[in-house]
Nanobody, 121 residues
Framework: QVQLVESGGGSVQAGGSLRLSCVVS????????MGWFRQAPGKAREWVGY???????TYDDSVKGRFASSSDNAKNTLYLQMNSLNPEDTAMYYC???????????????WGQGTQVTVSS
């Protein structure tokens, strides 16, 4: 059974940085597309970014240039470096593992429990 455990969230002031981690057990992160999503209170879950099996990354326009995903395949861990945070980034952040190499929102079948990020102005 695949498990994903996020950590690294917290409270920061606007302009600050956080680095989220997602440790995966029971399935390799290098063999499928991995994704980051977030959900703010009262809002629908939204996509943040994907990392494909070849290391290619793509991000939503709202975080492009500020967020960057990376991975350590030996540790089976996915990271999300978040810089220049603003209050609109406040949300629960989730990592997810797709069922294949495809990076499509509907292909993400396995999810972590989330880690809270709160950005104050």
């Amino acid at each position: 059974q695949v498990q994903l455990v996020e950590s690294g969230g917290g409270s920061v002031q606007a302009g600050g940085s956080l680095r989220l981690s997602c440790v995966v057990s029971g399935g390799a992160i290098s063999s499928v597309c991995m994704g980051w999503f977030r959900q703010a209170p009262g809002k629908a879950r939204e996509w943040v970014g994907y990392m494909a099996t070849n290391g290619w990354t793509t991000y939503d326009d709202s975080v492009k240039g500020r967020f960057a995903s990376s991975s350590d395949n030996a540790k089976n861990t996915l990271y999300l470096q978040m810089n220049s945070l603003n209050p609109e980034d406040t949300a629960m952040y989730y990592c997810a593992r797709a069922s294949s190499f495809r990076c499509s929102a509907r292909d993400f079948a396995e999810w972590g429990q989330g880690t809270q990020v709160t950005v104050s102005s």
